[in-house]
């Protein structure tokens, strides 16, 4: 068990760890790993707020978990809304998922969101639960994709 933990915004310095954390969730995503991306994608956000935040978990002085949250804006909102992109913890069980989430609303709620959204995998009902117990709730809405050209990333 952790001796101390801590929630903050991460810091550039923090990148290395974040990287190898972000592995680990696609790893446990089956989701596909691309540093450079990851590296290209977090680098922004460690350096001002304007397109987000993350939040690391911080416990023993190594970071056991992070969320990205970035911020959208929509008409049917009224403006500002947030993404929670990513979440991910090392060390399930001891409550750091449960603070991130509380970071992460605290986060939305101090630049003006209205709501945050996030997306789960439709076969992941663990994971819509844990959602659910946390004040989120299913929306009607089917979200759709369609790449950019300027998207160079290999998709498996």
């Not at 068990?1 to 972000?22: K, V, Y």
């Not at 990851?38 to 969320?67: E, K, S, T």
């Not at 008409?75 to 992460?104: C, N």
């Not at 997306?119 to 994709?145: H, K, N, P």
Request: charged share 25%.
């Amino acid at each position: 068990m952790a001796q101390f933990s801590q929630i903050r915004p991460a810091l550039l310095s923090d990148l290395p760890e974040l990287l190898t954390l972000g592995e680990k969730y696609c790893d446990a995503d089956n989701a596909p790993w691309d540093a450079q991306r990851a590296r290209r994608a977090f680098a922004p956000l460690l350096m001002d707020d304007i397109h987000g935040v993350v939040l690391v978990v911080q416990a023993d002085q190594r970071l056991v978990g992070y969320a990205v949250v970035t911020w959208g804006w929509s008409i049917e909102a009224g403006g500002r809304e947030a993404l929670l992109d990513e979440m991910y913890v090392d060390q399930p069980g001891l409550g750091h998922g449960s603070a991130l989430v509380e970071a992460v609303m605290a986060a939305a709620e101090t630049v003006g969101a209205s709501r945050v959204f996030l997306e789960t995998e439709a076969s992941s009902e663990s994971a819509r639960e844990f959602w659910l117990r946390r004040g989120f709730v299913v929306e009607d809405s089917v979200w759709l994709q369609r790449r950019c050209s300027s998207d160079s990333s290999t998709v498996v």
